[in-house]
C-alpha cells in the first residue's frame, strides 16, 4: 500500500561466465499495468534469448503472452536486448525505445543498425565487437521526456544525455582510468546517497568531487 510502481524494468540473466542477456522493457501505461507488461516482457525475453531461442519466437511469445489492456485494446511493452557473448560481441535488439547509446574511446560513437519487421514491429539489430572501456547506457522515453512542462520545455534531448555522458567519461578518464565505470558510478551512488533529482551540472559537479577525493 502507498508503494509507487515503475513501469520499467530490467532483468539480466547470466548464460555463463562471460555471456549475458540484458533486458529494459516498459510497459504501456502506468502504475501496476506498466508493471506487469514490462515485468513479463523482460523476464520472457531474456530467458528465451539466454536459451539461444531467435528473436523472431521470442517477439511471437510476447505478443501471444501479454495482457490486452482493456481500455487500449492492445498488449504492448517496449524492449531493449544487449546479448553479451564471451566478452567479445555485443549483439543490441531495440524495440521501440530510445537507442542505446554507446561511449567508445570517451566519446558517441555511431554504430550500424539494421532495420527488420517481425510481426509487424519494427526492430533494429546491431553486432558490436566490443573495446575495452565501451560504456553502453539503455534507456526507456521516460529519459528524454524527462521535465517535460517542468524543468525543460522539450525534455532532455537525446544529444544532451550523450552530452552529459562524455563528460563523466572523460572525468573518469582523467582521474580514475585503472577503475571500471561501472564500478565508479557505483561507489558514487553508495556514498552520495540518491544523486538522481540533481541537475545536469550539479550530478557532474558532485561526480568530479567524489573522484577527486578517492583518487
Same mark, same amino acid.
Request: aromatic share 12%; hydrophobic share 40%; net charge negative.
Given at each position: ?7 520499467? #524494468? @530490467?532483468? *539480466? @540473466? ?10 529494459? +522493457? ?5 502504475? @501496476?499495468?506498466?508493471? *506487469? ?7 520472457? *525475453? ?14 511471437? /511469445?510476447? +505478443?501471444?503472452?501479454?495482457? @490486452? ?8 511493452? /517496449?524492449?531493449?536486448?544487449? #546479448? ?14 530510445? #537507442?542505446? *547509446? ?6 558517441? %560513437?555511431? %554504430?550500424?543498425? /539494421? ?13 558490436? !565487437? ?42 573518469? !578518464? ?11 558510478? %557505483? ?9 538522481? %533529482? ?7 559537479? !558532485? ?5 577527486? !577525493?578517492?583518487?
Amino acid at each position: 500500500f502507498g508503494e509507487e510502481l515503475c513501469g520499467d #524494468h @530490467v532483468d *539480466i @540473466v547470466e548464460e555463463s561466465e562471460n555471456s549475458s542477456v540484458i533486458v529494459l +522493457a516498459d510497459g504501456l501505461g502506468s502504475g @501496476v499495468k506498466a508493471s *506487469i507488461l514490462s515485468t513479463l516482457t523482460s523476464k520472457i *525475453i531474456s530467458t528465451m534469448m539466454a536459451e539461444g531461442l531467435p528473436i523472431e519466437e521470442c517477439v511471437e /511469445t510476447i +505478443a501471444a503472452t501479454l495482457p @490486452v489492456c482493456s481500455l487500449r485494446g492492445v498488449a504492448y511493452s /517496449t524492449f531493449t536486448i544487449i #546479448h553479451l557473448r564471451n566478452n567479445e560481441t555485443a549483439e543490441i535488439i531495440q524495440y521501440d525505445n530510445p #537507442h542505446v *547509446i554507446l561511449i567508445r574511446d570517451y566519446a558517441n %560513437y555511431d %554504430y550500424p543498425k /539494421t532495420e527488420m519487421n517481425i510481426g509487424g514491429k519494427k526492430i533494429f539489430r546491431s553486432t558490436i !565487437k566490443l573495446q575495452e572501456d565501451d560504456i553502453f547506457v539503455a534507456m526507456s522515453d521516460g529519459c528524454p521526456h524527462a521535465g517535460i512542462g517542468m524543468l525543460y520545455n522539450f525534455g532532455w534531448k537525446r544529444e544532451d544525455i550523450i552530452s552529459f555522458m562524455e563528460t563523466l567519461a572523460q572525468i573518469w !578518464k582523467d582521474n580514475l582510468p585503472d577503475w571500471r565505470f561501472g564500478q565508479l558510478m %557505483y561507489n558514487f551512488i553508495a556514498d552520495f546517497g540518491d544523486p538522481f %533529482y540533481l541537475e545536469e551540472d550539479e550530478f557532474i559537479e !558532485k561526480f568530479s568531487e567524489y573522484v577527486t !577525493k578517492v583518487k
